[in-house]
């Protein structure tokens, strides 16, 4: 995990107003979120696994799945999930639970960032604040 420096840090702004502002550009809000806090992530390339740009937050008014939440932006950061080639040792091949054990847990959650995706995390870590500071 790379940390990029950002002047969004600490801004707080209406969930709405993000995800109206940043799923045009790609961003989606990451499946690890919960009702006070989740991420915006990037999909930058899946080189030897995936690379994002994670944009994280935290609630500061209301719960995630409440509409008027507002948020707060945190540091960004860049991350490489490396994931295992192959079906997993445990999953169950069936069609009732296809679904549900097809993916394994990554090799490494934290692998090593290439500077190129540094980089394009920075660039586009700057196109957002270009959005989001100069929209609101």
Known sequence: MIQ??????GKEFALFELERLLKPKGFVIGGNWDYDHGAF???????????FL????????????????????????????????GIAPTAQV????AGINQFQE???????????YIE?????VREVENTLLTTS
């Open 4 to 9: 990029i420096d950002s002047s969004l840090e």
């Open 41 to 51: 992530d990037y999909k930058m390339a899946n080189d030897e696994g995936y690379q």
């Open 54 to 85: 994670r944009i994280p937050f935290t609630a500061v008014s209301g719960q995630l799945d409440v509409k008027g939440t507002t948020v707060k932006i945190g540091k960004p950061y860049v991350l490489h999930h490396v994931y295992q080639g």
């Open 94 to 97: 069936s069609n009732a639970t």
């Open 106 to 116: 990554p090799q490494d959650k934290d692998g090593s960032v290439a500077q190129q």
């Open 120 to 124: 394009l995390g920075t660039e586009l």
